[in-house]
């Protein structure tokens, strides 16, 4: 499930039939044109968290499931917008059909091949289609080039991409990277792992393949990279072979509504990694960031456990 580097974002603002024609083409290669550019738009969580920083609020939102398991509108005020499904299988088409949408809005997980908030499946894909027409924004392997991605998605729909608040977001991101690479300097030796732990095994991601993880990677951050299993981008270990995980700082991915640490500190097992022992334990923003302003708080958050930590593992 490799997630590659997006192909450029084709973003065509077309002239011969109207100067106000929006033309978009998604990560799936679909083209969609509009008279104008589109107001009613109901998106998925994701491009919402994306979209709404820079003042475009959609009129329904597709999430994932209850905001318990669907991290990505952590921080975004979202009061007053209808929530018009609770998860892939629950898309409220009667609901879409009301808010009367100019377009719906999701992602495309280029990898997969396949748009997200199950707007792919057959049945719902053809009611939401008849609706109004959906487009995928393309999901790389990079938070960053996803970021840029809907900066320029927004400024295509109008938005204003730069003010103050705007600029003093990314500023905070780029001066909190500045400082993780820092840090990185004083603590060249550690060894991170991001895993997400369950009732019997544990499965450790391939930074690579993670947004997040793979932006870390590339500012410095040195990761225990598992051994990839066939079709996989984690490798699954049982609770026997926690230790296997040759990592000083353990990431856990905080999707779940449950603890992912009180799942390891509830195993006899799983408490014995010596990262558990040493309480350095931190946060995996798993897939779900979409705006500077979350991705530096993160960012800051991972600084600050690297800083206090200390080398435990060969």
Request: aromatic residues 8%; charged residues 20%.
């Amino acid at each position: 499930m490799l997630r590659t580097v997006p192909p450029a974002l084709a973003l065509l603002l077309s002239l011969p039939a109207s100067a106000a024609e929006w033309t978009y083409t998604d990560g799936a290669g679909t083209t969609v044109t509009l008279p104008e550019p589109p107001t009613r738009i109901i998106a998925h969580s994701t491009v919402a968290a994306a979209l709404i920083p820079y003042g475009i609020r959609p009129i329904g939102i597709l999430r994932d499931g209850p905001p318990s398991l669907d991290r990505t509108l952590d921080g975004v005020d979202v009061t007053g917008i209808p929530v018009v499904s609770r998860g892939w299988f629950e898309i409220d088409a009667e609901a879409v059909l009301n808010l009367n949408p100019d377009i719906i809005i999701t992602e495309y997980a280029l990898a997969e091949q396949i748009y997200q908030g199950g707007t792919n499946e057959d049945a719902i894909s053809e009611r939401l289609s008849a609706i109004a027409p959906i487009v995928g924004i393309p999901r790389s392997n990079s938070i960053v080039d996803i970021l840029e991605t809907y900066r320029d998605f927004a400024a295509s729909l109008g938005a204003d991409t730069d003010t103050d608040q705007l600029n003093a977001e990314k500023a905070r991101f780029d001066a909190s990277v500045e400082t993780l690479k820092s840090a990185l300097t004083e603590k060249p030796d550690l060894i991170l792992a991001a895993a997400s732990p369950g009732g019997s095994a544990i499965s450790v991601a391939v930074p690579s393949y993670f947004g997040e993880l793979n932006d870390w990677q590339g500012w410095g951050v040195r990761f225990y990279s598992p051994h990839v299993d066939p079709d996989s981008s984690y490798t699954t270990l049982s609770w026997e072979n926690v230790t296997d995980i040759k990592a000083d700082i353990l990431l856990l991915d905080d999707r779940w509504e449950s603890s992912a640490l009180a799942t390891i500190e509830a195993n006899p097992i799983g408490k014995r990694h010596p990262a558990i022992i040493a309480h350095q334990t931190g946060d995996w923003p798993a897939e779900w960031i979409r705006n500077y302003a979350a991705y530096a708080a993160e960012i800051e958050e991972l600084t600050a456990l690297i800083q206090q930590s200390e080398k435990l593992a060969d």
